[in-house]
């Protein structure tokens, strides 16, 4: 097992290396350079363009820019954000606990409420209820997250004044307002882009859930289960689910990324203050050092859940190890 | 290529992919003849009369700019709908060649290339293209198409090679080694007819995930840029007007949505022709 790891580790490692300097070439094959884009709003002199090409040490040969790079990456140092003047790594500090906040609640809403539905649609495969969920799941996940978040903050938000349409936080409330109120405040504030995202993602974890599940349901023990006479709760829940949950385990890390992407839009269109609505608007200004910052952390995220997706695999499943 | 032509018969007989085919046929029938039928998408009649709400003239409504919203939701399809398949031909051909390269060589190669893929599947598609498109020039139309074309092939190049390992230990093929087959019969001939199944489920299920890609690019401002129509950058122009005229936005979503879920209803009646255990 310990072997295992550690080839898993430096693999995991390997990965995000890899990563790291594709994101690297990528901003480096730019046509231009990156400051090229900050000239078009305001025209700059040669100086001030001399001066700034300094500053982001784009005046160095390309293999000193990525040494300086990797050493500020172990520093913790990604540079300074061209928007904000302020350093990358403060400003996606500040903004991770609103996203975190938001995708761990559509975490819980997806493999709650998606791992059930799929069990469902297994037990009745073929039938109207799988059919219809089948439909409804892949309309989800046929909605632009930005749309369906923008529709439902015109019906619910405008119309019906059900729920606040933007922010985190009700800019009115009274400063001395008590705990209970504030976080049923920023409750009311997570309903709408929760939901958004939840809708257009959802599909994924049912269509997996539900193939793992038919997988197991047609293997001899279900049969056997079936046959001693249990409960029909018992055969699916106690004796099937627990197997076809393994391959739900990997799924975390696929499913990851597109939880990153989706809040992208989702926090744009809510101004819900995380880093997928700072990724959003440094788009706007042209802000690399930021969106290189975000892009890595999503990038060390996704390898690292990948890495415990396949140790919770591992330990689950004995045969994944001893493979 | 007949196997190919098997699993679409298949996937006809299949009453979603039936329904999924037949909406994608008005759909891009629409693209195509739509424009010559419709009035001028760029027309601003009445440019101070503001947006007005669906009505016989205009189904759909005039936007912000008195544009007619269903001219310019039929102008998008045509550019979604191109810039879709062709960034999508390009990535299942990246990728097939990636993966036909890393499956059948196999060793240094192979690892080489799947660690080179592992890195970039890291990294969510999005954001590599926020990047390039936020630092790059001013990007054209084609530019995009590449752009897109070119991250999207990291996923289909580990199925394609999946494929080629499983394949390449069939009798058959070892039949056609032993009896002298030069390699590029074997790849031509052999292993990519027998993964064309799967190859045509990823790049179905890759069109519905351009579309909705392109749309959010355009949606930031980063992708079609103004003033062609885009379904992404005609919600982008809504937002202004989204609570006086919310029907500027809603149609060239429910295009996007209807769309979409065609595209994937055809998907996933076509990857049960190819893998029946998983219907």
Redesign the interface.
Known sequence: MSGWLLRRAVQAAATFGIALTLLFVLMRAAPGDPLSRLGEDRPLSLREIEVLRARYGLDQPVVKQFGNFLEGLVRGDLGVSIEYGRPVTALLAERLPATVLLGGTVLLLNFGVGLWLGVRQAVRRGATEDRWLTALSLTGYAMPSFWLGLVLAWLVGVELRLLPAAGMQDPLLSSDAGALTRAGDVLRHLVLPAFTLSIVSIAATMRYQRTAMLEVLRLPYIVTARAKGLADREVIWRHAWRNALFPIITLFALWLPILVSGSVFVEAVFAWPGLGSLAAGAVGSRDYPLLMGASLLVAALVVVSGFLADIAYALLDPRVRLA | MNLALETLRTAWRDPRGRLGGMVLLVVTVAAIVGPWLLPDPRAQPDILGGSLPPAIAHPFGTDQLSRNVLSRVVAGARISLSVALLAVALSVSLGAAVGLVSGYWGGTVDAALM??V???????????L????????RVTILALILLIGATGWFATSRLVRAEVLRIREEGYVWAAVALGAKRRRIIFWHLLPNALGPLLVAATLGV?DVI?LE??LS????GIQPPTPSW?GM?LD??EV??SA?WV??F??LA??????SV??FG?ALRDAVDPR?A
Do not use: Q
């Open positions: 660690r080179v592992d890195g970039a599947l890291a990294i969510p598609r999005l954001f590599i926020l990047l390039v498109l936020a630092v790059w020039e519905g909705l749309a959010g949606f930031l401002g980063l992404g919600i809504s937002k989204l609570v919310p936005g809603l060239p979503g996007i949505v209807v769309t979409v879920f994937n209803l996933d998983s």
